[in-house]
Nanobody, 123 residues
């Protein structure tokens, strides 16, 4: 069964950090580009960061550049999103997605999704 599972979400104060993990099971992550997306209540799913199959290409939304870092460990079948200097506007449900082919920030091109992890930034 093709499964993506996010973990590492939670409540953090403004300026704090969290690291999200996206673990794959039932398939080999090596063949897929991975994206992190987020969706706030009433909002659309927006791209946060994406990474190519080998980890040699990354792309970030302007709103998170310099604060978030996406990385992957294909040996562990896991992709990470390190989030630093968090702001209240970063609060959302964060999803990881897998796409066969090139990494992209377009959610509608992704084939598989995890169930999401809640991130809340509040004092």
């Amino acid at each position: 069964q093709f499964l993506l599972v996010e973990s590492g979400g939670g409540l953090v104060q403004p300026g704090g950090s969290l690291r999200l993990s996206c673990a794959a099971s039932g398939f080999t992550l090596d063949y897929y580009a991975i994206g992190w997306f987020r969706q706030a209540p009433g909002g659309e799913r927006e791209g946060v960061a994406c990474i190519g199959r080998r980890g040699d290409s990354t792309n970030y939304a302007e709103t998170v550049k310099g604060r978030f870092t996406i990385s992957r460990d294909n040996a562990k079948n896991t992709v990470y999103l390190q989030m630093n200097s968090l702001k209240p506007e970063d609060s959302a449900v964060y999803y990881c997605g897998a796409v066969w082919g090139m990494a992209t920030m377009k959610a509608n091109l992704y084939d598989h999704w995890g169930q999401g992890a809640q991130v809340t930034v509040s004092s």
